[in-house]
């Protein structure tokens, strides 16, 4: 059953009767190298090691590249059928996040649950844009990967509102720190980049990001190469109809590697209009 066709009553329904609900621990399958050594003494005790492979643990470390960068011992995820993402919380921030709505804990998580069903992907950093609400701004941070194409800040920005189409403008402002900016905009459905070159094109090529080869198998939509500290870069696409895009930052090759900023960006989009300068409509 999909998001976004319950009411909260159904909703209300579909916990009680249809929805599981897990809290899986992040030491499980290392999403952060501080707790490899931990890992390791706990399989030293374990006949089986979890297949890190599988599709549904695939779907969870895609969930820790996106949203709260803060270490937390357990996430609660909301998973479709489909594995996709619908929601994540760690439970570091639980407190936190339900005294910022002004609710108690309980009725705080419920409330995540019942918005994750709904389709609003809580607590993954998404932004949700609406012709009520054409533009957002956010603020986060990225950090300049050790080998190249190993880490990616992900912001999902969805437009599924704006049935026929528009223009996405997302102007980046680059905080003061040291490391320099790099942006792509890709649709939802691209996987995020490797280390490993995908096929067709030469490793080295891959690794020294730069070159008409190496843009062709990147297949981003849009891209800012660099955007010094202090900066601001604008990236524009036009969609012919309403999707989900990922906004990948990340710092460039000129950075020195492991070194962080932030960034801010604001997202919005310009709907299409016929030639008498209305939206357009569906036939």
């Avoid at 329904?13 to 030491?27: H, Q, V």
């Avoid at 006949?47 to 996106?66: R, Y």
């Avoid at 900016?181 to 070159?197: I, P, Q, R, S, V």
């Avoid at 939509?221 to 601001?232: E, F, K």
Wanted: glycine share 8%.
């Amino acid at each position: 059953m999909r998001a976004g066709v319950l009411s909260d009553e159904q909703n209300i329904d579909f916990l009680n009767e249809n929805f599981i609900n897990t809290w899986i621990t992040t030491t499980e399958l290392a999403p952060k190298p501080n707790i490899s050594e931990a890992i390791a003494k706990r399989r030293e005790h374990k006949s089986k090691n979890f297949d890190a492979t599988h599709p549904l643990a695939q779907t969870i470390m895609e969930g820790w590249k996106i949203g709260s960068k803060k270490s937390s011992p357990a996430d609660c995820f909301v998973i479709s059928p489909d594995l996709e993402l619908m929601g994540r919380q760690p439970v570091n921030d639980l407190g936190d996040d339900s005294r910022r709505k002004g609710l108690r804990a309980y009725a705080y998580y419920f409330t995540f649950l019942k918005d994750a069903l709904v389709g609003r992907f809580p607590g993954l950093g998404n932004l949700i844009l609406s012709k009520e609400q054409p533009s957002l701004e956010m603020l986060n941070t990225f950090r300049t990967p050790m080998v190249a194409h190993q880490d990616y800040t992900v912001v999902v920005i969805d437009t599924t509102a704006f049935e026929d189409g528009g223009t996405l403008t997302i102007d980046i402002q680059v905080g003061i720190d040291d490391a320099k900016g790099k942006f792509h905009l890709f649709d939802d459905n691209k996987e995020l980049l490797t280390e490993k070159a995908p096929d067709g094109i030469d490793a080295d090529v891959w690794k020294s990001q730069q070159g008409a080869d190496y843009v062709k198998a990147l297949g981003a939509l849009a891209t800012v190469w660099h955007i010094d500290p202090g900066d601001t870069e604008q990236i524009s696409h036009r969609f012919a109809q309403g999707q989900r895009f990922k906004l990948c930052a990340t710092g460039n090759r000129w950075s020195e590697k492991g070194s962080i900023n932030a960034f801010i960006a604001k997202v919005s989009v310009e709907e299409n209009r016929n030639e008498n300068g209305q939206e357009q409509n569906h036939a």
